[in-house]
């Protein structure tokens, strides 16, 4: 609440840019809709800027950065991130890929890559796979741990009916090691 976001109009064909901006970031909505401020984070900034050049078809790319100041008691240090992405269809098969990075600034620094790819069989049959990595990147006596992801699925649409399968694993969650997870 209390957050300004601008999206120019294209600059150029399939170039977009971002803007947002958060005066005064808080945990709980006033009246008026805005934010209460106390105990909450200070101000916060982001920009984003993707494109989708008309010589490549099927292709967009895309960067995010964004800082969220600190204040209050709850959030001590400041949080930067960084993000970029991008996508490829052709036909029936789609890719993707994502870079993140994200600091608060002293305490654990996290580090992401992400990519997957889903495959259209027919007209009602598809599939698809993703993996993850976040390495949590710990300052101090806390060792390092890299958080995996995995997952599979498949859907098989009839009419306003679908059949999906998905299993997902995860290992190290959270940061913690051992902790796993699987359904």
């Known amino acids: 609440t209390g957050s300004l976001f ?3 109009p294209e600059l150029m064909p399939g170039l977009a840019i971002g803007l947002g901006w958060t005066p005064r970031g808080g945990q709980g909505a006033i009246s008026d809709g805005g934010s209460g401020g106390e105990g909450g984070a200070g101000r916060g900034w982001e920009a984003t800027a993707t494109w989708s050049p008309e010589m490549l078809p099927g292709l967009k790319v895309g960067a995010g950065t964004g800082s969220l100041e600190s204040g209050g008691t709850i959030h001590e240090k400041d949080l930067e ?13 789609s890719v993707g890929y994502q870079v993140s990075d994200e600091d608060d600034n002293g305490s654990t620094q996290y580090t992401t890559d992400i990519y997957g790819a889903s495959f259209n069989i027919n007209d009602v049959f598809s599939v698809s796979y993703q993996y993850g990595e976040s390495e949590y990147d710990n300052s101090g006596a806390t060792a390092d741990v890299t958080a995996e992801f995995e ?4 859907a098989y649409n009839i009419g306003p009916m679908a059949i999906k399968f998905t299993h997902n694993e995860a290992k190290n969650v959270g940061g913690t090691a051992g902790t796993n997870d699987e359904n």
């Open 6 to 8: 601008w999206k120019t």
């Open 81 to 93: 991130e960084t993000t970029l992405f991008a996508t490829y269809a052709f036909g029936p098969l």
């Open 151 to 154: 997952g599979i699925s498949a």
